[in-house]
């Protein structure tokens, strides 16, 4: 048996990994590169042959674990995509909507076509969370890894080891989502380390935070823009504002989602109350009206008619990472305002304009201008749907045996951070891969 290791490596983007047993090999993922230095990848062939992927799986619909999966068949793969159905049914919006955004950034080439994502859902396959899957001499389970809807850890059994790829790990206690399950043993253990050297505040001191900032910046006669990812961020920070104003801790928002893939997403989520939590559940059930006003922006003539808003509104728009997206455009017109705030609510890779605003640069180039930063910002990390350290510990030490672990899916001062960590808690053995390493797991 043996792992390759083709992304997230001493990075958090661009997760895709090789596992290879009784002759078959298994992809894990295949995502996209988005820190800037990395996104020339994105376009090179895969450094494997994806005619001879047997099977390729898919813990989540997040796009850096998911995007790339039409060039795979692109460039040759035939097979099946097994994944949950909660991630089926994200699936093909999140990558339709990659295409579209593709296309819209005109100095470069789309990394495939339609044709390519209908290819890839019909192949698409589903596995429940505990269901066991035999394939090739092997058992396939998933666990529900509560990060997004249908996010999933996937545990492979072959010839008597077995072998666990966390995917990426939600946390404990958050909104909607039950909490991440771990496996019972693991003999070899990929795990992600997004946030493996901190502790995130919890959910209510982050709540209260938000609710402040929205509070002083009304005040203060501005707008909040919030860039969220269209699947998850987006869904608790609707369900937590919206909670909220029934508590009666905030007076009722005007909340603008400017974001047809957000508002496709929450449909969905809605769809999927077999995965929710009992909170939510009850939630569900028991209010059929929002608090919150909630817009629904559909057009872009919408979504610039918001920009004729000057005060008292929540702008929620993706991309998350301000990366590109209708958000860019909310920036634009509100960043350079005293008045006005920019909640940063989840994770900004390196060299992307979420964390160049995160990092306190005077003036951010937006739409092809650089534009100085006057607006309040706010980083409000216990929105993170990743676990933190302890909850990461937590879920480790959970497993009833003693794996041997590969870190991934974190920048590379956080991974050795957290080996060290691991090491010294758990006394485990902790190998940081590189990328293009093989690992041999006997």
């Given amino acids: 048996m ?36 990395k996104e ?53 919006i999140m990558l339709f909507d990659a295409l579209k955004v593709q296309k819209n950034e005109q100095y470069k080439q789309p990394l495939y076509d339609e044709d390519n994502i209908n290819r890839a859902l019909r192949q698409t396959e589903t596995l429940s969370y505990g269901k066991e899957l035999k394939f090739n001499g092997m058992t396939i389970r998933f666990f529900d890894a509560g990060h997004i809807l249908g996010s999933a850890t996937v545990e492979l059994n072959v010839n008597g080891k077995t072998v666990v790829f966390s995917g990426d790990l939600g946390r404990t206690g958050y909104p909607i989502l039950r909490d991440p399950v771990p496996p019972q043993k693991a003999d070899y253990l990929i795990l992600e380390s997004t946030y493996g050297n901190r502790l995130h505040k919890s959910l209510a001191q982050s709540i209260d935070e938000l609710l402040q900032a929205i509070k002083d910046t009304f005040k203060r006669g501005g707008n909040v823009v919030i860039p969220a990812f269209a699947v998850g961020r987006t869904q608790d920070l609707l369900y937590i504002l919206n909670r909220s104003v029934r508590q009666g801790l905030i007076e009722p928002l005007d909340v603008y989602l400017d974001s047809p893939l957000a508002e496709e997403a929450t449909r969905i989520y809605i769809s999927h109350p077999e995965v929710f939590d009992d909170e939510a559940l009850n939630e569900l059930r028991n209010h059929k009206k929002t608090a919150i006003k909630l817009h629904f922006v559909k057009s872009v003539e919408e979504s610039k008619k918001l920009n004729q808003i000057k005060s008292g509104a929540v702008i929620i728009a993706g991309s998350g990472m301000c990366q590109g997206g209708r958000v860019i455009y909310h920036l634009y017109h509100n960043i350079d305002r005293e008045e006005c705030s920019v909640i940063i609510v989840g994770f900004q890779a390196k060299g992307t304009l979420g964390r160049k605003i995160v990092d306190g640069e005077k003036s951010v ?41 590969f870190l991934i899916h974190g920048e590379e001062s956080v991974i050795e951070n957290f080996k060290q960590s691991i090491e010294e808690k758990f006394g485990l053995n902790c190998t940081v891969p590189e990328r293009m390493e093989i690992h041999e797991i006997v």
């Fill in 365 to 405: 180039p937006i739409l092809g201008k650089m534009i100085p930063v006057k607006a309040k910002i706010y980083t409000i990390g216990g929105f993170s749907a990743h676990a933190d350290q302890q909850e990461l510990h937590q879920w480790l030490g959970s497993i009833d045996s003693k794996p041997k672990v």
């Fill in 2 to 37: 043996k792992v390759q290791f083709f992304g997230a490596t001493k990075t958090v983007t661009g997760s895709c990994f090789l596992f290879s047993a009784n002759g078959s090999n298994i992809l894990i993922d295949c995502g996209l590169f988005q820190e800037d230095e």
């Fill in 40 to 92: 020339f990848l994105n376009y090179e062939p895969f450094p494997f042959n994806p005619r001879k992927i047997d099977l390729m799986i898919l813990t989540h619909a997040h796009l850096d674990h998911s995007a790339l999966v039409p060039k795979l068949f692109k460039e040759g793969y035939r097979g099946k995509i097994l994944t949950t159905p909660a991630t089926k049914d994200l699936l093909g």
